[in-house]
């Protein structure tokens, strides 16, 4: 029997369009393109047309409460998209993009998997058009302004250095930049004291930039970014240290969408990544519009499960943008609802219906809580190798059970003719009548009864509680004026609850607030449940050690 073919290797073997052509497909003359290369290019956001946008379809993309190994959500809107252009649909997949900490960490890539992926895939993986790089640029001049005012002599603004809020950012997964001291050294180099580093797409730029309409929004986003407060307690902003001008500078390429290409020569656009469990994890509103601007239908995805990157997703991008999603499509695997059902995942390959069918209470919880929001939901069974007919069945039964609709997708083996069911289930929902989205919270409320409604709501808790840190947090929040904006609450991925342990659909739990940041530029707060960190750490073997060179210089072992 022969080895099956690698992501990688598969995504080689197929010959790519000129991004040119990509960019006929999708509607945009060339003379419109800023190109990288042969096969990806910058889109100018000045192409959007929001009346045509309007008319578009948005297909929003979600999934259950992920195994370590996640459930294929990038795969499935890739599938999607060329099963709805097999049909005759002009559709784009509007997505995130990868971030190296996960690609060197655990999961080797975040370009869709076998014959659904997104390319050039090594390109897109590895720094791509330099966006993170530029996000992690304007991010640390900003932090290394403020040192700098700390340092200068001739300063003015009296920055409290026990009240500073600003980190750096670095893309790479490093445990050991949680919490580190610098300065050291003697007064040349700086005035010691602590400081931390969060991963880049936990950084506030990186969502002023997804939250933004144009380079001039942005700068002003940028110019809000709370850095700290002096000894006397008056606020610092970002554009007290006439910060925000540079690093727009820095971010004007970064702004505008990437244009690339699915393995089916279907256009992709390709723009930021932030991650779901830590900030908002969905890619740009620039992108969003972008993509429904010339097509018939935008499918794009919100990161983790819907707890995280769904209610985020409409809670914040969406209210803000004014967009509404037309569908939702919850990803759901055999493999994660069994693991749900408390199998371990060393046994996941190992058929068992009646613990996918204990499981199945973390995907009806997900769906129960899209309704809240007024959205019509279609489950997509991402089929794995080790799935059987029997489980198929049994899961499609179970959603027929209450009522929602479901397709078995193969998009992994068989490309968008694997995800053809589905696509024609999308066109069928998505063209029946709806109202717009209902936001779960009203921004008016106050942080405390924000924070319990989705902890209530959407994670099932009984109780919320707000750590000593938080309550202080609380108080400067109101001082600021900043109560109503929305909340972007960082926890864990993989349960319901700020206890990862807690699998299924856990209820009467406590659920605690750490404490709250602000991003106050980015438009949002960022209260810290339990023992998340926003600077993840490597797993043991971690992904970095398959990924390699061979004697011509071509990558191996990207997943």
């Known amino acids: 029997m022969p080895t099956p073919q690698t992501d990688i290797e598969i995504a080689n073997s197929v010959t790519l369009k000129p991004i040119p052509a990509i960019a006929e497909r999708l509607g945009v003359s060339a003379d419109d393109l800023e190109p990288y290369g042969k096969f990806a290019a910058k889109l100018p956001p000045h192409l959007i047309d ?180 002096t000894r006397d307690r008056k606020p610092i902003y970002a554009r007290d240290l006439q910060a925000h001008g540079a690093m727009a500078v820095l971010l004007k390429d970064a702004v505008k969408p990437n244009l690339v290409q699915t393995l089916e020569g279907n256009p992709a ?59 939702l499509v919850m990803v759901a695997t055999v493999r994660g609802l069994k693991y ?82 589905l696509a024609e289930l999308v066109v069928e929902a998505a063209a029946e009548e709806k109202t717009p989205f209902t936001p779960l919270y009203d921004l008016d409320w106050s942080v405390e009864r924000k924070i319990e409604t989705v902890a209530r709501e959407i994670y099932g808790a009984a109780e919320v509680r707000l750590m000593p840190q938080a309550q202080t947090d609380l108080k400067l929040i109101a001082e600021l004026g900043l109560t109503n904006l929305p909340i972007c609450i960082a926890k864990t991925q993989k349960s319901f609850s700020d206890n990862p342990n807690l699998l299924g659909r856990p209820t009467g739990f406590t659920f605690s607030i750490r404490e709250i940041e602000i991003a106050a530029g980015a438009g949002f707060l960022i209260p810290i449940a339990g023992e998340m960190v926003r600077m993840p750490g490597l797993p043991e073997v971690p992904a970095s050690t398959r990924i390699d060179l061979d004697a011509d210089g071509n990558v191996v072992g990207l997943s």
């Open 50 to 229: 929001r009346d045509r946008a309007k008319q578009s379809r948005l297909i929003l993309v979600s999934a259950i409460t992920p195994t370590p190994a996640g459930e294929g959500k990038t795969t499935v809107s890739i599938a999607l998209t060329d099963g709805l252009n097999r049909l005759g649909k002009r559709a784009t997949a509007v997505l995130r993009e990868p971030s190296l900490g996960p690609v060197f960490g655990m999961k080797g890539g975040a370009t869709g998997g076998g014959r659904v992926q997104i390319a050039p895939m090594v390109d897109i993986n590895l720094h791509f058009t330099g966006d993170f790089p530029a996000i992690e640029k304007a991010h640390n001049l900003l932090a290394a302004l403020v040192d700098n005012d700390l340092h200068s002599r001739k300063s003015t603004l009296g920055l409290d250095v026990t009240a500073l809020r600003w980190k750096r950012v670095m893309d790479m997964n490093d445990r050991s930049l949680r919490r580190i001291v610098v300065g050291l050294g003697g007064r040349g180099n700086g005035i010691p004291r602590e400081a931390s580093f969060d991963i880049t797409a936990a950084s506030e730029v990186m969502a002023a930039v997804c939250l933004s309409e144009n380079l001039l929004h942005l700068k002003e986003k940028l110019g809000g970014i709370f850095v700290g407060r």
């Open 269 to 327: 656009i390709v723009h930021m990544g932030p991650f779901a469990n830590i900030a908002q994890g969905t890619n740009s509103i620039v992108a969003t519009r972008m993509g429904m601007t010339f097509s018939e239908y935008v499918v794009t995805e919100a990161g983790f499960g819907f707890d995280l990157g769904g209610e985020k997703f409409l809670d914040i991008k969406c209210r803000q943008a004014g967009l509404s999603p037309d569908l």
């Open 340 to 421: 749900q059902g408390g199998i371990l995942v060393a046994e996941l390959t190992k058929p068992d219906v009646e613990a996918l069918r204990r499981g199945f209470v973390n995907l009806e919880k997900h769906l129960e809580n899209a309704r809240k929001f007024g959205l019509t939901p279609v489950v997509a069974i991402n089929g794995f190798t080790s799935d059987t007919e029997e489980e198929f069945s049994a899961l499609k039964e179970l959603c027929a059970g209450i009522g929602v609709r479901s397709a078995v997708t193969q998009g992994w083996a068989k490309g968008g003719e694997g995800a053809l069911e």
